[in-house]
């Protein structure tokens, strides 16, 4: 028996089993909808904010010193 599963992006039911490629997706194009909203960022995960220096350029706390170009 297999079982069903609603899609997260338009609530078909879409079988979830080896067959179905898009799984957990009913099709390519609501799987490719659900890639476009991460891309848009119009879904998050939720994390500790990024400190401003980590943002700004900032290499004076580098591990390593930046490539040498070779004359």
């Given at each position: 028996m297999v079982k069903n599963v609603k899609c997260p992006t338009c609530a078909k039911l879409a079988p979830w089993s080896p067959e179905n490629a898009w799984r957990p997706f009913c099709s390519e194009r609501c799987r490719q909808i659900d890639l476009g909203a991460w891309?848009?960022?119009?879904?998050?995960?939720?994390?500790?904010?990024?400190?401003?220096?980590?943002l700004s350029g900032d290499t004076s706390g580098r591990l390593f010193?930046?490539?040498q170009s070779v004359n």
């Open positions: 891309a848009a960022e119009k879904f998050s995960i939720p994390g500790a904010p990024l400190e401003t220096d980590d010193p930046p490539p």
